[in-house]
């Protein structure tokens, strides 16, 4: 639908690639008396710390 390409168009514009690896979520919230948008978003990561030592 229209109204669905709109708002991944404008979750995408302001989080682009939040679908890659882990991905992100969020609600998309359209106040139509106010015209107004309200974006609540989360970015999901994974953290990893690698150390390599030879020779010691």
Do not use: Q
């Not at 998309?28 to 989360?42: F, Q």
């Amino acid at each position: 639908t229209e109204v669905g390409d709109f708002a991944w168009s404008l979750a995408y514009h302001h989080h682009p690639g939040f679908e890659n690896n882990e991905g992100g979520y969020g609600t998309l919230t359209w106040d139509l008396r106010n015209d107004s948008i309200t974006l609540d978003h989360a970015d999901r990561y994974v953290e990893c710390s690698h150390s390599y030592d030879e020779g010691l």
